[in-house]
């Protein structure tokens, strides 16, 4: 017999998640705000404008987040159940566990990661094939509304399908695991009306899992292979470790998360520790998962623009041709000294400074520092200038 928790833990569990995905959501509401250049005059900076045009994408992506951080509590038995604090009585806890499965796992999931998947992929096409259009964003929003849109139809099925599952009452143990969306715990929930439907706790059914899986693996092989080719060629070592970073976390949070679910239906007690912990692992993943693609695609490269803004912006304004690095999303400042400096028989060039024989070498040394962070491995040239320094990776 698993260890029991009391009821009244478990609420006050819950009730710390609620407070967690509040705290989330706000801050990416302000991750939002803070990403958008509210004056046309900060979005022609000559130290961030390619940075720029990424700004509605990083604001819809913040906004995606707080949706997803909020749909985390969905399946909470302190808001829906017959223990709800807020509604008397519980309200349909089977049919909020189905929306659940459909929202978060098939329309703000996938919406939030492809959102990732193809700021990144834009930055690698614009910088090798030229510009797919002249809105980014929207050529962004266009492939992510496009490939989310199936992963939404196949999990709402399976949320669909689940019901009907309940409804022809399978008795089959496997089969109820495999499709169930809820499972009745009146016994424990409920001792003096066991009855309730609304004293039940949510599962994850196997076949939306098996769905999440596929996606996952078709969605990391993808995520490598962009987000590889961008640190591989990265001259930066500091924007190489942050793509790394990216990349390492993204994979270990969506397996992670994708591994937990359906694990609850081993031992569906709400009230018991091996349910509790799985469940709270799967809050933690799904918020840590926010949390870092976030801080590393929006809240410290929009910090690092701005500072780019405040110490570079004035310096250089007649070398706007110079801007052709990918810089579209991870503008990045503060390479250390060497990063400014001019000295032809130094390496400052491979730390992001101009190269011997740059017919721009002493003009703008900042600029450079910061724009020339990717090198084409096939195409660097010596005496290239803004051609073999800049980058068209």
């Known amino acids: 017999m698993p260890l029991q928790l009391a009821p009244q833990v478990v609420a006050d569990i819950e009730w710390a998640v609620v407070a967690l995905t509040g705290l989330i959501a706000v801050v990416s509401l302000l991750g939002a705000l803070y990403s958008v250049p509210w004056t046309f005059r900060s979005r022609q900076q000559v130290a961030t404008r ?13 906004v995606i987040a707080a949706c997803y951080a909020l749909s985390l509590d969905l399946r909470l038995q302190v808001l829906w159940s017959a223990r709800s604090a807020i509604i008397p009585g519980g309200y ?33 096409h614009k910088h090798t094939q030229g510009d797919p259009g002249s809105n980014p964003n929207l050529f962004i929003f266009a ?3 496009g490939l989310t849109l199936p992963m939404c139809a196949a999990q709402v099925f399976a949320a669909l399908f689940s019901r009907i599952m309940t409804q022809l009452r399978y008795n089959e143990d496997l089969m109820f695991k495999f499709f169930a969306a809820s499972q009745p715990v009146g016994a424990v929930m409920c001792p003096l009306d066991p009855s309730d439907p609304n004293c039940a706790v949510c599962l ?34 500091m924007l190489a470790r942050r793509i790394r970073f990216l990349q390492i976390c993204i994979t270990l949070f969506f ?14 007690n709400p009230y018991s520790l091996p349910f509790v912990c799985l469940w709270l692992a799967n809050v933690a993943v799904g918020s840590g998962l926010i949390l870092v693609v976030s801080a590393i695609l929006v809240w410290v490269p929009v910090y690092d623009g701005r500072l780019a803004n405040a110490q570079l912006g004035g310096l ?7 801007l052709n690095a990918p810089t579209e999303l991870l503008p990045l400042v503060g390479y250390g000294k060497s990063a ?14 101009s190269q011997a024989g740059d017919p721009h070498e002493g003009e703008c040394s900042p600029v450079l520092m910061m724009t020339n962070q990717l090198h084409h491995r096939g195409g660097g040239g010596g005496g290239g200038g803004a051609a073999g320094g800049g980058a068209d990776t």
């Open 255 to 268: 397996c992670a998360s994708v591994t937990l679910r359906g694990v609850t239906v081993v031992d569906a």
């Open 340 to 353: 400014y400096s001019h000295d032809p028989g130094s390496s400052d060039y491979e730390y992001g400074g």
């Open 316 to 322: 250089c304004a007649a070398s706007t041709s110079l």
């Open 143 to 145: 492939l992510t509304v």
């Open 204 to 237: 994850f059914p196997e076949f939306s899992t098996l769905i999440s899986a596929a996606f996952a693996l078709l969605y990391l092989l993808v995520l490598w292979a962009v987000l590889g080719r961008i640190a591989n060629a990265a001259i930066n070592r």
């Open 92 to 124: 349909n806890v089977d049919a909020m566990c189905r929306l659940y499965i459909g929202l978060s796992f098939g329309l703000l999931e996938p919406s939030f990661l492809l959102l990732v998947l193809f700021a990144c992929m834009y930055t690698v």
């Open 50 to 62: 390619a940075f720029n045009y990424l700004w509605v994408t990083r604001a819809l992506l913040q």
